[in-house]
């Protein structure tokens, strides 16, 4: 089977050949994996004969300059189109240092909505023109990203804890900055879409949870970043195309408003937080495909690892409804050998 026609079963929750596998190890990790055995040019996708998913996205940032303030032997730091200031370190993985935002206030986020307006160049036309027939050819599982959310604000844009406190004292901003990107992001999609360009899945990224639960409450999600949720799925499915939602944390209060509105796949699924993925599965694996949940703190351990694959895929795998994937990025700790015998598992147990 191709990948599309493994993805479209498990989406329809019907059995395909096999789990369809894919995965997102940190930068230092495939690092660390070349360093091991992992052949140098050569990507953890290849290697492991991963699932074909391909994507493309495009810009829908007020396009601030973009420039290199600092660097060293161990860190380099920048700013972003959004107006951040990062400190990205040369010598592991993880979630960049911001040393300073741009957005703060309605004011200076009047500076850069003003900026955020659609246009022909804030998609690279030359890459589709290139990529999408070959993709439609092979048979790809081709995903649109979307950028848009509480998440893509808090941790990026304007800052977690102001982006808290505005969420209770200024929820009308909080409400127009997610849906600005989002207008952004549907009038760029809808120009891919006319000209042509199909997608099966549009992914956004919008995490909502930490280890104990919800950033804010379930009236807050509904008040100010459901309807945006609601307006990106009505588009996609008003063509056919299926929704797909990344949120770390525990989110398990916030399931059945997802489900409500017809979202159709969810991961990571984090265990560290308590993403119970049986519970998940039996209530909702019928709606929901989920993808993850295997975690990674059990890939360093040999006889943890083969049980925390074998019991899972015994469950998730059933009437389809599911894909691998961590339970978050692969860790550096985690060696090219233990993530052999990940892939050799997942290959074993993956089997319909």
Known sequence: MTTRERMLRVTRHEEPD??????????????????????EGVSPARFF?????????HDNSPRFPVQKVEE???????????????KNWKDHGGVPEFLDLRIKDRDSWAEAKARMQPGEDRMDWRFLEENHPRWEAEGAW????????????????????????ALLDDPDWCRDMI????????????????????????????????RNGLFFSLDTYRQV???????????????????????????LALIPDLVEIGLDALDPLEQKAGMDVFELKRTW???????????????????????????????????????????HSVP??????????????????GKY
């Open 142 to 165: 081709i995903i649109a990203h979307a950028w848009f959310g509480y998440d893509v604000f808090a941790s990026w844009h304007v800052g977690t804890e102001r982006m808290l406190m």
């Open 225 to 251: 970043i459901k309807p945006a949720h609601t307006r990106m799925i009505d588009w996609c499915h008003d063509r056919g195309v299926y929704t797909h939602l990344h949120t770390c944390g525990n989110i």
């Open 72 to 86: 060293t032997e161990q860190w380099v730091i920048t700013t972003t189109a959004w107006g951040a200031t990062l």
């Open 285 to 327: 694996g019928d709606r929901l495909t989920l993808e993850g949940g295997i975690d990674v703190r059990n890939m360093t351990d040999g006889k943890r690892l083969e049980e925390e694959i074998r019991t899972k895929f015994e469950v998730l795998k059933e009437n389809g409804g599911y894909v691998y994937y961590s339970d």
């Open 49 to 57: 004969g991963w699932d074909h998913f391909v994507s493309f996205g």
């Open 179 to 210: 849906d600005t990107a989002l207008d952004v992001n549907l009038a760029m999609l809808s120009m891919a879409w006319d000209r042509g360009y199909r997608f099966q899945e549009v992914r956004w990224p919008d995490d909502m949870g930490y």
């Open 332 to 349: 550096e700790n985690v060696s090219f050998a233990d993530y052999c015998r990940v892939m050799e598992l997942v290959r074993y147990y």
């Open 18 to 39: 096999r789990v369809p596998v894919h995965d997102g190890p940190w930068g230092s990790t495939v690092a660390r994996w070349h360093r091991e055995g992992l052949p």
